[in-house]
């Protein structure tokens, strides 16, 4: 075609698969009726039928309606998006043009179009022409997301089963992440199961600067399971607990009430909750195509390989120890021990912070004599000292940070609180002498041409002879652990559409090829968009990249901590903290926080003024947790997704900056940053007044890190 596509000429496609002809899951535990299973079928089309490179236009509420099946394989990104919206608009003329004739002397292409949907009413023509939807295709994604899930697939079934719960629930990470064990999602999500951080923290999970167990398949579902446990308790209903994964427990108990049933089917017909859209109504039965195809793979897509995990031994850490001294004395290369260790987050890696006393490594299954002479090793390594001790100094020059002096000695922002007694990290001034920990001076040696002469060089200590036992894994296990770091797929349920943007952050679905990465509730800001308000010419502002791009919280953030007494320290709420953060990094009970504010229940804002109770020295620590959270958050997103710009958003009724957020899926610390590069702030939050939106990509064009659902949210 002279478009450089392939259009498939049929113009409207009813899906009829055989209802009897696949494997079906418990009808017990995840009933499918006459309603649904359109609606299934439809998913698993695009899951085992159309590749990502080719898309379906369909209807947004009868499933049954496919227009089209497109291709776009030859065009560019911003070829896709201008030919789909193309395509979408000459099917909306057309069905307006049905209902302004009154389906009267139409022309032979209208005709056809109306007898093949079923002669529709005239009202019924123009909600269709409102409706028009496009979805990508995911069948080849799905098969990568099916071979890496063999990796852990047997044990997450064994944990299901374990707890009493329907083993098909293991198949739920299709859904979520494509089983993509490094998938992390624009707000935060991490992991197959796509745990916000706020839902792992209630299940129990670590997360901290050093380690983040949303990322460990195995502990990970068994905190997926025990909520959705606690979501079946609470709905009882399988299906409605599913959606509650996505929607929230809360907002389905609110379903039930004002609907006056728990029959999911009656619930996507007739509950028009605000954010229960497109996404939260299609994931109940993407879950149930995602299974049913998974059941059955061969059916679909020929003999699939299914690799397993190579086998591996754990061993609790008798000391504190960094993993680069675990890995030197162990003499595991770092891409094994990495893979092996998903929960251990990257900056671990790359400088010298120390896993906790406690912790449990894996490593390639060894014998107990192996694992002896492995704890030997470690026994023999020098550990982290107690207090941290200073070899040199550095004089703070004007507009210098914690941060940037942090990154000219290769140390940690957090050992230079720590060792200097910072009350306030985001006060220091020029001429302030900050004391530099010994362990890491030596970095003052390779970058001479920016040290400061006040620097005085300490002897760096030998490092401990380390073991030589060399671990060695197979070419087979070498090939399965490389399936990790495959591209991710595309997800199982994608928002794109005219009449509605983004519903809220309850799931985050990556998908790749045609959009770009977007998540499954909010996609990247796009043409499609511009009905909400969005300004169809995205320009790319460099300047605001690159200042958006600065990793450097101390000129983003307000970490100032102000002494109001001996006791009593205030600090102004940043983006992203709650009550729950500030009851944590101090270690009191939150209602203790409330009562010294006068405040009721758990809402506080960004820029509102919180007195917390400590005293100095306890603000110290309280800054090194606060500031490593903020690190945590800043450095999950850079390493994953790339600010590419920013387009113009007309402030409406309602608009608040979670509300944006949400809508956006553009976490509230970016648009704070974007803002403020650009001398904006809340208060422009006024109707009608032209913001600024960042608009976010994905690190690696072909694939990349996964991003799917964020649950509990």
């Known amino acids: 075609m002279s478009r450089l596509i392939k259009i498939v000429l049929t113009v409207i496609t009813f899906i009829t698969l055989n209802t009897h002809s696949f494997a079906e899951l418990s009808q017990k535990h995840f009933p499918v009726d006459d309603y649904l299973r359109p609606r299934v079928d439809f998913w698993k089309r695009i899951f085992g039928e159309i590749y990502s490179y080719e898309g379906l236009l369909h209807d947004e509420q009868d499933l049954k309606i496919v227009y089209k099946k497109i291709e776009f394989q030859d065009l560019s990104r911003k070829q896709k998006i201008r030919f789909v919206k193309d395509e979408k608009r000459s099917l909306e003329n057309i069905l307006n043009s049905i209902a302004k004739k009154k389906k009267e002397n139409l022309t032979e292409e209208e005709n056809t179009l109306i007898q093949k949907i079923g002669d529709p009413g005239l009202d019924e023509i123009k909600r269709l022409a409102k409706g028009i939807r496009f979805h990508q295709g995911m069948r080849d994604r799905y098969v990568q997301g099916l071979e890496r899930s063999y990796l852990y697939q047997d044990k997450i079934i064994e944990i299901f089963s374990e707890l009493g719960l329907p083993t098909e629930l293991g198949y739920l990470p299709h859904v979520e992440s494509s089983f993509n064990y490094l998938a992390y999602s624009k707000v935060g999500a991490a992991g197959i199961w796509q745990f916000m951080r706020s839902t792992g923290k209630i299940y129990k999970l670590k997360l901290d600067y050093i380690i983040d167990e949303r990322r460990d398949p195995i502990k990970a579902t068994y905190a997926a399971a025990k909520l959705l446990r606690d979501n079946y308790a609470k709905l009882n209903s399988w299906p409605l607990a599913l959606t509650a994964y996505n929607h929230g427990a809360r907002s389905m108990e609110n379903a039930v009430r004002k609907i006056g049933t728990t029959d999911i089917s009656k619930i996507i017909q007739n509950y028009d909750g605000r954010r229960f859209g497109f996404a939260s109504k299609n994931f109940y039965p993407s879950f149930v195509a995602a299974a049913e195809i998974a059941q059955d793979p061969d059916r679909y897509f020929g003999k699939i390989e299914k690799r397993k995990m190579p086998s591996y031994s754990e061993m609790p850490l008798e000391r504190s120890l960094s993993a680069r001294q675990i890995m030197g004395a162990l003499n595991i290369d770092r891409t094994t021990f990495e893979e092996f260790n998903l929960s251990i987050r990257p900056p671990a890696f790359k400088s010298d912070l120390y896993l906790p006393k406690g912790f449990v490594i894996k490593v390639p299954q060894a014998d107990e004599e192996t694992l002896a002479k492995y704890k030997l090793a470690l026994s023999g390594v020098k550990s982290r000292p107690s207090q941290l001790v200073a070899s040199g100094a550095h004089t703070v020059s004007q507009g210098e940070s914690l941060y940037q002096i942090a990154q000219i000695y290769k140390t940690n922002v957090t050992d230079l609180i720590a060792l200097n007694k910072l009350s306030s990290p985001s006060k220091i001034y020029p001429g302030l002498n900050l004391e530099i920990p010994g362990a890491n001076f030596k970095a003052a040696e390779i970058k001479k041409d920016i040290v400061p002469a006040e620097i005085k060089v300490s002897p760096v200590q030998p490092s401990p002879k380390l073991l030589d036992v060399k671990v060695t894994l197979s070419d087979e ?72 791009n600065n990793e450097d919280i101390f000129k983003d953030y307000n970490l100032e901590v102000v002494k109001i007494n001996d006791k009593t320290h205030q600090v102004i709420v940043e983006a992203e903290e709650t009550l729950g953060h500030y009851s944590d990094w101090l270690v009191v009970r939150a209602q203790v926080i409330r009562s010294l504010n006068g405040i009721r229940g758990n809402n506080i804002r960004v820029g509102q ?80 007044t032209l913001i600024s939106l960042p608009q976010v990509s994905a690190k690696n064009e072909a694939g990349g890190a996964g991003a799917p659902t964020a649950t509990g949210s």
């Open 609 to 688: 003024k919180i007195k917390l109770p400590m005293t100095e020295e306890e603000a110290i620590k309280f800054n090194i947790k606060r500031v490593e959270y903020h690190l945590l958050i800043e450095e999950d997103f850079y390493n994953n997704f790339k600010v590419t710009g920013t387009t113009e958003y007309k402030v409406r009724p309602g608009d608040t900056l979670s509300s944006i957020s949400q809508k956006f899926e553009v976490p509230v610390w970016l648009l704070q940053k974007t803002w403020k590069s650009m001398d904006l702030g809340i208060k422009d939050l006024k109707v009608g």
């Open 477 to 548: 296990s070498k090939k399965a652990l490389d399936i990790m770091k495959a591209d991710a797929p595309v997800p199982a349920v994608a928002e794109i559409k005219t009449a509605e943007v983004a519903e809220g952050p309850s799931t985050w679905q990556k998908i790749k090829g045609f959009f770009g990465d977007t998540f499954t509730k909010a996609p990247d800001t796009t043409e499609e968009q511009a009905q909400e308000g969005l300004n169809e010419t995205v320009a790319l502002n460099e300047t605001a990249e690159k200042k958006i």
